[in-house]
């Protein structure tokens, strides 16, 4: 028999039994859905989390203070004790490397601000941030309209702001704002640009911010008052270790850090802070595919005593077909496509109704829709290896029947 005669007649064998092939693809479509779900709904956070980290620019390192990431068991106390990261520790460094890299810069801020313009106002949960020029390129920040800091600005403290998207949404709607003041913890400041819209964050925007020149900042809420953040961008992925080390190097001296004391500040970039959120989805993707692999052992088991009893109920269809001449390997492939079509169709229905409540789930957190590709492909695989393996008994049982005994079955 050719291999679509083989097929045709698993094929046919499945939709003759309706009831007992739905409820045998019902186990293989919960234990799928099971891992799908999950795989779905961590994939859309992970995507959403990935976007709304990408704020450094390629080839680019902050240095700051704290760590990115801050979970419950952390000991805080270590980094609260730790020295503020001060502007002149930036151009120390910076007078130190910046023939090495292509670009660096330092931010500090805070957040809780209202922003006024005539009689409208901002909640009080607007950032303000002070930087320096090499800041903009570092943080992927871009000039809608308007004009970003000069020198002058930063050397002289001028009052002067660039605007997140939202705040002149909020404020300066119907007005062009270039040239126009705003009020903010009761100093007057020159708007004099307006940055790009970001994409939302699990909803939030991240456009309510002001922006000023760093030394402009300091007047207004004094040198100490927050820890500067420095960012520094390679002059290309080649050189980026290097020159990570060899700020590291610049830094622990400018701190006067000992031979063996550890580093008091933190280095990271995009890639380090995925693999912290991969470090924490991690353990949530090894449980549900334990769960979905108890689930599909079970579904297994399932299958293969749904298989043996169409093998005891087949017995004398298996005795004519021997027969007429069919071998024993026709049988035993006939009853293993059987099997693995069974997993098949039922992880083709898990994987869909988990891709479909999967998104619909991580829409109440305002992710990003997403289709777990490489788990479809991992989920159809476990189904065939599956099928395969609780289906092979069955089928090496039909394949060696006896013709004779098979014949005298009723």
């Known amino acids: 028999m ?28 919960v234990g799928i859905f099971s891992i799908i779900v999950v795989m779905t709904i961590v994939t859309m956070l992970q995507n959403t989390i990935e976007e709304g980290f990408q704020f450094l620019n390629k080839n680019t390192f902050q240095i700051q203070k704290w760590p990115a990431i801050q979970t419950g068991g952390m000991d805080m106390t270590k980094y609260r004790n730790r020295k503020d990261i001060t502007l ?60 970003e800091f000069r020198n002058s600005d930063i050397k002289y403290s001028t009052d002067v702001c660039v605007l997140g998207n939202y705040i002149v949404d909020k404020l ?24 790009k819209k970001k994409p939302d964050f699990f909803g939030q925007t991240l456009d309510n911010y002001i922006v000023l020149p760093i030394t402009t900042f300091q007047v207004m809420y004094g040198k100490r008052s927050e820890s500067v ?12 270790a290097d020159v990570i080390e060899s700020t590291v190097g610049y830094m622990r001296t400018i701190r006067k850090l ?17 693999t912290q959120v991969n470090d924490i989805t991690g353990p949530i993707k090894i449980g549900a595919l334990a769960i979905s692999l108890i689930a599909l052992l079970a579904a297994g088991v399932g299958i293969m005593n749904i298989m ?70 991992i989920g159809i695989s476990m189904c065939i290896i599956v099928g395969l393996i ?11 029947l006896d013709p004779i005994e098979s014949l005298r079955y009723e």
């Open 2 to 29: 050719k291999f679509t005669q083989v097929f045709s007649v698993s094929f046919q064998s499945i939709l003759t039994n309706k009831l007992r092939t739905a409820l045998t693809v019902l186990g293989v479509v």
């Open 308 to 377: 043996l009893v169409s093998v005891t109920e087949r017995t004398k269809e298996i005795g004519i077909r021997k027969a007429v001449g069919a071998r024993k390997s026709n049988i035993l492939i006939q009853f293993l496509i059987e099997a693995i079509i069974l997993c098949v169709v039922g992880g083709i229905l898990g994987i869909f109704i988990g891709i479909l409540i999967g998104n619909f789930a991580g829409s109440f957190l305002n992710a990003q829709s997403a289709v777990p590709v490489d788990w479809v492909i």
């Open 172 to 195: 300066l709607y119907d007005v062009d704002p270039i040239g126009k003041y705003i009020k903010m913890d009761g100093k007057k400041l020159r708007v004099i640009g307006v940055l």
């Open 229 to 240: 953040d420095i960012t520094v961008m390679s002059k290309s992925a080649e050189e980026y």
């Open 390 to 400: 609780f289906g092979t008994y069955p089928a090496y049982k039909a394949a060696n």
């Open 88 to 147: 002149e520790e930036f151009n120390r460094l910076e007078a130190l490397i910046k023939n090495d890299v292509k670009n660096m810069g330092a931010y500090q801020g805070n957040g809780n601000r209202v922003i006024k313009y005539g009689n409208r106002e901002t909640n009080p949960n607007t950032y303000v941030v002070g930087v320096t020029l090499g800041v903009y390129p570092s943080l992927n920040l871009e000039i809608d309209y308007g004009r």
């Open 258 to 274: 000992g031979p063996n004391a550890e580093n008091d500040f933190e280095i990271f970039s995009n890639e380090s802070l995925m």
